[in-house]
């Protein structure tokens, strides 16, 4: 490890540590404006020059482009550095506008910095500034050309770390334009970032534009619950409003960067449709009323039915507290335990994919990008988890191999492997990449010549001969890997999927000492709900027919939607008609809120704090932002706030929802802990012993883990691979998927989300269109069991023949299938004119 001196202070640093990082290790922030950590060194703006009076190196340098030598003294300080780096900053302010009152960067801009720390203040050049024309870049981002110091890391960025090229830079020299070839919407759903990175107001955050200045907002760390990835943001509030959502870093998670619905997706907390008033029987009521109320009603319904008629539904987009709470409160209640998976099938797919994660194969997102052979199955990236497809590009980059088992026209922003097979032969493909990548070099030749007869679906694909290369290539590759890592999604794979992932992934860890293991969950907290409801395979759907048959005459919904996922719309809505109450906590508008008999309002992580655990076992914590209320702009239209004084705060009603179900508990006569109602996380701790980790929360802001040593793995299921297919050639699987705009349920509020979620597109192979003798843009009337949905065709050659499939977007309303797994026939198809 090289030893170095920086400005009289030693050093020992790794090798191929540059010295400027070497430097900030000693608390020296060398100024900087092309260098990112995350972007590595590409010596573009000067700024980071430093003198080195002894080693290998003489004379002023660039400090991010030279690692750390032996040897090596070197000075900041000295005049010459300092002469250099303050005519850079001269040459950098000859075209810049002095626009700092009007650039919401003012304030949090790196220039700014720079040149006040570099001493410059007098401008010599008299000549015209270098001016630029503006582009319109869609809904997220605003640009400002003219700001820009031709730095380069927005361009390296957007094309390099992200893999999108329509934006970029265009002419040369003193010209040089970063941008679009045209206006229009950026492609890249990570743009947001571009934000972050700027270091000045070239690009900024277009929806809070004007907003506000840094100093001016309430900041506090966060979360993003938009998926189950758990990325760690910044959330800034001003006037009782959510402004602004930037990344945080975390070096085990999502980095520096997050995607552009968890940046964006925030305005549910804002929304002037946001039911802050309690109400019953829709009417306004005080909360103290409605509790009271609920609780009167509650207790009638038990003393004439029993227990037993009182369900309750849960969300995975929940806090652990909440989750906790509901949980307890059933358990003194003696109700049935709360449901928070509308189908068995993905509940028992969750519980699964949790019992096979342990702390020697469970990796994190940070740590995908280290591998080097990365298999997916039945995961869309950037539909389901968007953070994961930029971690999958970063082990691309160095030259890792990538392969997805999955039915889908999988978008992703690079080149891999697809393995385009129907849902029903993921297990059997996966099978046999799993034998001929454990298989010896000896036996793979016999086994190749037993493939097509041993496996009838692959003899019978039309795509086989192309399948099976598919596979003794990445087999071959698969052995040779050191770091491999298997990545599994929950939402369409067959049952046995998550075990056989994960036993493999064991299998793995033997043979070569290392391989990780990452499932992808849906929403924010469903390895919360997944070790909480882990006592039964009971779900939803099950409530919902005792519903119908008169078993169940109350329920609580808490902070769930089950419209947003439920297949049946209509059944649901005449189900929950024959309730006697329908008691919904919640913070969104949903048709549960429109439905409810009581309803309580609750407030959103951002005005309470909150735990999560993301998907692979990691708690972490959300500090509250703000105290809550009507954002102030919803109260004067943006002019002065009122000149009166009050006692309250206007619709500062809502209270965390476990507060609330402390509240029911109250008014059921039943007394919760001292200790749980002043830290509910207490009473969670003993719910379940790998949450013991919540009685020490000072370690939750960057996260603790809640995962075994040694996983006790529910076991692969003898019939792992029935190999159902449709039930007859004419038959075609009908997939309801995730996207990443317009698909998940809080983001769908967001009016910038709403303008980029796209016109709903039925997806299926060009095979399967010709022989319905479709093409693309051909608007067709899909008829299901329930009533009929109207999309556009899309055709691609890059997904599995006999499949189609659907997003579950908010302008669909798709919900009329009547079940969670749904075929149809060609017949049932329509062009329309």
Same mark, same amino acid.
């Given at each position: 490890m090289p030893n170095l001196i920086i400005d009289d202070l030693p050093i020992e640093v790794p090798a191929g540590t540059k010295v400027i990082e070497a430097a900030e290790q000693l608390g020296i922030i060398i100024p900087r404006f092309c260098y990112h950590k995350a972007l590595g060194s590409v010596g573009a703006c000067r700024m980071c020059a430093v003198k080195f009076l002894q080693g290998p190196f003489k004379g002023v340098q660039m400090s991010c482009l030279i690692d750390a030598q032996d040897g090596m003294v070197v000075s900041t300080t000295d005049e010459e550095a300092v002469a250099f780096r303050k005519f850079i900053i001269e040459l950098l302010m000859l075209n810049h506008p002095h626009d700092c009152p009007v650039c919401d960067e003012g304030g949090q801009c790196l220039l700014q910095d720079m040149t006040v720390a570099g001493g410059h203040s007098l401008r010599r050049y008299l000549g015209r500034k270098r001016t630029y024309r503006d582009q319109n870049l869609g809904v997220f981002i605003a640009h400002e050309m003219n700001r820009c110091i031709h730095c380069y890391r927005c361009s390296r960025f957007y094309q390099e770390f992200a893999g999108y090229r329509d934006l970029g830079p265009t002419q040369i020299a003193n010209r040089v334009y970063f941008g679009r070839f045209e206006d229009g919407q950026l492609e890249s759903p990570f743009s947001g970032n571009l934000v972050d990175l700027c270091p000045t107001g070239v690009y900024t955050d277009k929806p809070a534009r004007f907003q506000g200045r840094r100093w001016d907002f309430e900041r506090l760390p966060s979360l993003c619950i938009h998926c189950s990835l758990g990325c760690n943001t910044i959330a800034n509030a001003r006037y009782r409003a959510v402004v602004r959502v930037e990344a945080r870093f975390n070096d085990a998670v999502n980095g520096f960067f997050i995607c552009d619905r968890g940046r964006f997706g925030f305005p549910y907390t804002n929304q002037p449709e946001r039911p802050r008033q309690a109400r019953i029987d829709g009417n306004?009521?005080?909360?103290?009323?409605?509790?009271?109320?609920?609780?009167?009603?509650?207790? *009638?319904?038990?003393?004439? $039915?029993?227990?037993?008629?009182? %369900?309750?539904? +849960?969300?995975? /987009?929940?806090?652990?507290?909440?989750?906790?709470?509901?949980?307890?409160?059933?358990?003194?209640?003696?109700?049935?335990?709360?449901?928070?998976?509308l189908d068995p099938l993905l509940k028992k797919k969750v519980k699964s994919a949790i019992s096979q994660l342990d702390?020697?194969?469970?990796?994190?997102?940070?740590?995908?990008?280290?591998?080097?052979?990365?298999l997916a199955v039945g995961v869309d990236p950037l539909g389901e988890a968007p953070m994961l497809a930029l971690a999958m590009r970063q082990a691309q980059r160095k030259e890792a191999t990538v392969a997805v088992i999955d039915?889908?026209?999988?978008?992703?922003?690079?080149?891999?492997?697809?393995?385009?097979?129907?849902?029903?032969?993921?297990?059997?493909?996966?099978?046999?990449?799993?034998?001929?990548?454990?298989?010896?070099? *000896?036996?793979?030749?016999? $086994?190749?010549?037993?493939?097509? %007869?041993?496996? +009838?679906?692959? /003899?019978?694909?039309?795509?086989?001969?192309?399948?099976?290369?598919?596979?003794?290539?990445?087999?071959?590759?698969?052995?040779?890997?050191?770091?491999?890592?298997?990545?599994?999604?929950?939402?369409?794979?067959?049952?046995?999927?998550?075990?056989?992932?994960?036993?493999?992934?064991?299998?793995?860890?033997?043979?070569?000492?290392?391989?990780?293991?990452?499932?992808?969950?849906?929403?924010?907290?469903?390895?919360?709900?997944?070790?909480?409801?882990?006592?039964?395979?009971?779900?939803?759907?099950?409530?919902?027919?005792?519903?119908?048959?008169?078993?169940?005459r109350a329920l609580i919904a808490v902070e769930s939607d089950p419209f947003e996922r439920f297949p049946d719309r209509s059944r649901l809505e005449q189900a929950l008609a024959k309730l006697e109450l329908l008691l919904v906590l919640d913070y969104v508008p949903s048709p549960m809120v429109q439905q409810a008999h009581i309803f309580l309002p609750t407030s959103t992580l951002f005005e309470t704090g909150s735990t999560f655990i993301n998907q692979e076992g990691r708690i972490q914590i959300a500090q509250p932002v703000y105290h809550g209320g009507t954002p102030l702009s919803q109260m004067n239209g943006g002019g002065h706030p009122p000149r009166v004084y009050a006692g309250g705060l206007p619709g500062g009603e809502p209270k965390p929802a476990w507060q609330l179900l402390i509240d029911l508990a109250g008014a059921l006569s039943l007394a919760i802990e001292t200790g749980a109602v002043e830290n509910p996380l207490s009473l969670v701790a003993s719910a379940h012993p790998l949450l013991a980790g919540l009685k020490n929360t000072s370690s939750l802001l960057d996260g603790v883990r809640c995962l075994p040593d040694v996983a006790d793995a529910e076991p692969v299921p003898a019939d792992m691979d029935p190999a159902v297919g449709p039930g007859t050639e004419n038959e075609l699987q009908l997939l309801f998927v995730d996207s990443i705009f317009g698909a998940e349920e809080l983001s769908q509020y967001a009016d910038v989300i709403r303008q980029v979620e796209g016109e709903p597109c039925l997806y299926m192979h060009?095979?399967?269109?010709?022989?319905?003798?479709?093409?693309?843009?051909?608007?067709?009337?899909?008829?299901?069991?329930?009533?009929?949905?109207?999309?556009?065709?899309?055709?691609?050659?890059?997904?599995?023949?006999?499949?189609?499939?659907?997003?579950?977007?908010?302008?669909?309303?798709?919900?009329k299938a009547k079940s969670f797994s749904t075929r149809v026939t060609p017949d049932r198809i329509e062009k329309l004119k």
């Open positions: 306004e009521s005080s909360l103290e009323d409605a509790v009271a109320g609920a609780g009167r009603k509650l207790a *009638d319904i038990a003393h004439r $039915a029993g227990p037993n008629a009182i %369900a309750c539904l +849960g969300s995975r /987009r929940s806090s652990l507290e909440t989750q906790g709470l509901l949980n307890h409160l059933c358990q003194l209640m003696q109700w049935a335990e709360p449901d928070y998976f702390s020697r194969v469970a990796v994190s997102l940070r740590q995908v990008e280290t591998a080097d052979f990365i039915p889908r026209p999988v978008p992703l922003p690079f080149s891999f492997e697809h393995l385009a097979v129907p849902t029903w032969e993921m297990n059997g493909c996966l099978k046999l990449l799993m034998e001929e990548a454990m298989r010896k070099e *000896d036996e793979k030749s016999a $086994a190749r010549d037993r493939m097509a %007869a041993e496996e +009838g679906w692959l /003899r019978n694909n039309p795509a086989s001969a192309e399948i099976r290369r598919q596979i003794a290539q990445l087999a071959a590759l698969f052995q040779a890997s050191r770091n491999p890592v298997l990545i599994c999604g929950t939402d369409i794979v067959p049952e046995a999927t998550p075990a056989v992932v994960g036993a493999w992934a064991r299998s793995l860890l033997e043979e070569k000492g290392k391989c990780g293991l990452f499932y992808v969950l849906p929403d924010a907290n469903a390895f919360g709900a997944g070790l909480l409801g882990a006592a039964n395979d009971h779900a939803f759907l099950e409530t919902v027919g005792a519903i119908e048959r008169g078993e169940v060009t095979q399967d269109a010709e022989r319905l003798g479709l093409v693309e843009g051909d608007r067709v009337l899909l008829t299901l069991d329930a009533g009929a949905i109207e999309a556009r065709v899309c055709p691609s050659q890059s997904m599995a023949p006999g499949t189609l499939v659907l997003p579950r977007r908010r302008k669909l309303e798709w919900q």
